[in-house]
C-alpha cells in the first residue's frame, strides 16, 4: 500500500489500495481494528452536515441518516477533519513501522497545508488549538533547516528520527497547558489499533500522541483512558466490564505510574451514566472531558446497535462529528466491521482506503510484535558477556519498548556527507 505523496494532491477515494498480506479467514481482532477506524469515519460522515449546530436545531431537525450540504457543503458519506487527521497518524504508523511523533506532526501538517488525505482535498475543518500548534510546528521547522544547512522542505519533512533527535532545540510537541480541546481524541484510534497487543504501551503513547498538539493533562489523560478502552474492546471484553465503575482500577498496570487526572476518573467511574442524557447535563462540546462523557453516554445507552448510538452522539447537537466520531472508534470496536458496514458501507466515502489502512495497521503492529518477541528471544539466547568472548549480534537494530528506533540517536553532529541531499528525501513513501 503506498499513500500518496501530498503534492500529488491525490484524493483518498483515488487512492490505490492493496491489501497486507493476511490470512483469508479475518480474525476477531481483525473485524474490531477495522471496525474502530471504519466506525471514527461512519460517525464523522453523520455529523458533517450539522456540525456547530445548537442542540434545538437537532431537536427540530434530527439527523437519521447520512446527509449532503449544511456546515460544509459535503456530499452525503464525506468526512471531515477527525478522519483526515486520524489517516494521516495511520499513514505515519504504517509507513514508519514506528510510532514516530515528529513524521506525525509532518503529515498533519501535509494535510493542514496541502489537503493531504482529506476528502475534498483541502483542510476545511480545523480546531484552534490544532491549528496554532502546526503553525508552531512550521516555525520549529525553522530550527531544523538551519541545522541542516538550508535543507529544502521536502528533505526536512523526510528527516529520519534520529537525525531529528540530534537537533538539541527541537521539540515537535507543540501542545500546551490549558488546551484541552477534544482535537487528539477525535484522531486517537490508530494508536490503540496499532499497538493493542501491548496495552500499556499502547495507553503511554496515546498520551504522546495528544501532547503534540494539545498539551493539558486531561486532554492527555482522556486519550490514555479511551485508547485503554478501545484496546479492551478489540481484546474481546464485554460491554459490561468496558463500562464497568472500577475498569481503570482493574486495568491499572496498564497506566503505569502516571494516574489518571481526577477529572478523566470520574468518567470512568461512571459520570455519564445519565438515563436523561442532553437534560442531565450529556454534551457534545468541544471540551474533551465533555467530549468523552457524551460518546460514552451513546454507548451505554445504544441498546447494543452502533446505528443508535452514533444518532444519538450526533442529536446532541454542537461537535456532532466528532462526538459521534468519538463514540464510533470504541463502538465499532466492539460490535465489529461487519456490523456497521452493512448499513452504512455504501455510502461513505474512500471506505476501501479506510478498511485497507486499518488492515494495514493490524498487520504491521503485528510486525512491531513479532520483532519484539525475537528480539527478546535473541537477549534470552545471549551468553553471558562475563563469561564469554562472544559479541552480541548487531544484525538486529535496536528498538525501545516504544518501538523507538534507538541506533544513532545520540546527540552528536552528524557527518555532513552523510546528509540527505536537496530534493532525495530519506525516508517516508516507502511500503513493503
Ligand atoms: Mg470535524
Not at 86 to 114: E, G
Not at 243 to 269: C, I, M, N, T
Not at 369 to 397: D, I, L, V, Y
Request: aromatic share 10%; net charge neutral; glycine share 8%.
Amino acid at each position: 500500500m503506498q499513500f500518496p505523496h501530498p503534492d500529488s494532491r491525490i484524493l483518498p477515494a483515488n487512492i490505490k489500495c492493496v491489501n497486507p498480506p493476511l490470512h483469508n479467514s479475518k480474525s476477531d481482532e481483525q473485524e474490531r481494528i477495522v471496525g474502530s477506524l471504519v466506525g471514527l469515519a461512519i460517525g464523522d460522515a453523520l455529523g458533517a452536515s450539522v456540525e456547530f449546530r445548537p442542540r434545538q436545531y437537532l431537536l427540530d431537525h434530527p439527523i437519521s441518516d447520512m446527509q449532503g450540504g449544511g456546515t460544509w457543503g459535503l456530499d452525503a458519506g464525506q468526512w471531515t477533519d477527525d478522519t483526515s487527521m486520524a489517516l494521516c497518524l495511520a499513514s505515519s504508523l504504517i509507513t514508519q513501522h514506528q510510532f514516530n511523533p515528529y513524521d506525525q506532526m509532518v503529515r498533519y501538517k501535509w494535510w493542514y497545508k496541502k489537503g493531504f488525505l482529506s476528502s475534498t482535498g483541502q483542510c476545511f475543518d480545523i480546531g484552534s488549538t490544532t491549528r496554532s500548534s502546526l503553525e508552531k510546528f512550521c516555525e520549529r521547522q525553522n530550527i531544523l533547516k538551519q541545522y541542516y544547512k538550508n535543507a529544502k522542505e521536502e528533505v526536512i519533512d523526510n528527516l529520519p528520527l534520529e537525525d531529528v533527535r540530534r537537533v538539541q532545540n527541537f521539540n515537535e510537541c507543540c501542545g500546551e497547558a490549558g488546551e484541552a480541546g477534544n482535537g487528539p481524541l477525535m484522531r486517537l484510534a490508530p494508536v490503540p489499533l496499532f499497538y493493542f497487543r501491548q496495552p500499556d504501551i499502547a495507553v503511554q503513547l496515546a498520551g504522546e500522541s495528544a501532547r503534540l498538539t494539545h498539551g493539558d493533562v486531561k486532554a492527555v489523560d482522556a486519550c490514555r483512558y479511551y485508547a485503554a478502552l478501545i484496546v479492551a474492546a478489540i481484546s474481546g471484553e464485554p460491554k459490561k466490564d468496558l463500562l464497568h465503575e472500577q475498569f481503570y482500577e482493574s486495568h491499572r498496570k496498564w497506566f503505569g505510574s502516571e494516574p489518571l487526572h481526577p477529572d478523566v476518573v470520574r468518567v470512568a467511574q461512571g459520570s455519564y451514566k445519565k438515563q436523561g442524557g442532553y437534560n442531565e447535563g450529556i454534551r457534545g462540546k468541544n471540551y474533551i472531558i465533555n467530549t468523552l462523557e457524551a460518546a460514552l453516554w451513546a454507548f451505554w445507552s445504544d441498546e447494543n446497535s452502533f446505528e443508535n448510538g452514533a444518532l444519538n452522539a450526533v442529536n446532541l447537537g454542537d461537535d456532532t462529528d466528532t462526538t459521534a466520531a468519538v463514540y464510533g472508534q470504541l463502538a465499532g470496536a466492539y460490535y465489529g466491521a461487519s456490523a456497521i458496514l452493512r448499513h452504512w458501507g455504501k455510502k461513505l466515502y474512500a471506505v476501501n482506503l479506510l478498511v485497507c489502512t486499518a488492515e494495514w495497521l493490524y498487520y504491521e503492529g503485528s510486525r512491531i510484535q513479532s520483532n519484539r518477541n525475537q528480539q527478546q528471544q535473541q537477549k534470552q539466547r545471549m551468553p553471558n558477556p562475563q563469561s564469554s568472548t562472544h559479541q552480541p549480534s548487531t544484525t538486529t537494530k535496536p528498538v525501545d519498548r516504544m518501538g523507538y528506533n534507538t541506533q544513532n540517536a545520540k546527540n552528536t553532529r552528524p557527518d555532513p556527507s552523510k546528509l540527505p541531499a536537496a530534493g532525495m528525501p530519506s525516508g517516508g513513501f516507502k511500503y513493503d
